[in-house]
């Protein structure tokens, strides 16, 4: 069972009422209506909890770029004639609005990372704590395997991902194990390979947890698709509209909080050149600091300890 993380917090955030937040195209006496998209769409936990504070003319419309989610997605939608779901990657989104013909939305949730029923289910690949086969793909219809690229790639290029990617101190030693040891095949022989390569361990910390990290990152593209996904969702925000996403790793969540500073910076003036007010207006505010779960989330659910939700609203 996935338990969505910040519940309360991204869904209340999202739909902010009156002059600190998005309003929808008719908020009367208490019942909100707009279109939200759900970029994200998982096991549907965000997605529902908005439904429910929506009213009867709204529109969710949700994507996730794993046919499993999608598939839950659409057993849903049977019964929620509200919602849409999607096969696509957040930075489809501009694709499937259109053909959608939906040009502007008022709010945009994106939930990273990895859910729980991917992490659980063994033969995706994506736990250290199962001896699978090495998949971790998000999209199990295309791409390259974890072991396709770890058996193919060169020792530079593998050192440099989990550098970058898994900031492991180690990555030249372990880069170096892993082709030594190829063909690899199994999430557990990359494990031996990792923890055979460390000088040293850190204590409470598995010693896999970085290089499956940068791996997945590798074979998804994740950064690459969230730096686009984060351009195009706030393109599609209609004045007002907000832009909620939740990060659980320190690369993702510096790529948000960079790019929400851009946005709601005013834009680099001319020198001693007369400029209109309008121009040096920023074209959106952060809406308060970010927020990460309280003592009682943290107690039912573990997970939620490295989540971290930002929200931008576009200026109207």
Known sequence: MHVPVLLEETVALVCGRGAEGARGADDVEGVREGI????????????????????????VVALDRDPAAVAAGAALAEREPRLSVHHGNFAELGRILDALAVDRVQGVMMDLGVSSPQLDDPARGFSFRHDAPLDMRMDTSQGITAAEWLNEASEKEIARVLKEYGEERYARRIAA??????????????????????????????DATRVFQAVRIEVNGELEALREGLE????????????????????????????????????????RLPVRAAESRPVARLVGASVTAGEAELAANPRARSARLRVLEKAA
Do not use: C, M, W
């Open 232 to 271: 195009v969702a706030f393109g599609r925000l209609a004045d007002g509209g907000r832009l909620a996403v939740i990060t659980f790793h320190s690369l993702e969540d510096r790529v948000v909080k960079q790019y929400f500073r851009r946005q709601s910076n005013p834009p680099p003036l001319p020198r």
């Open 36 to 59: 939200y998209v759900d970029a994200t769409f998982g096991r549907g936990g965000h997605a529902q909890r908005l439904l429910e504070r929506l009213g009867p003319a709204s529109r």
């Open 177 to 206: 194990a892993i082709v030594a040891a190829r063909p690899l095949s199994a999430t557990g022989e990359l494990v031996d390979v990792v923890r055979a390569a460390q000088p040293r361990h850190t204590p409470g910390k598995h």
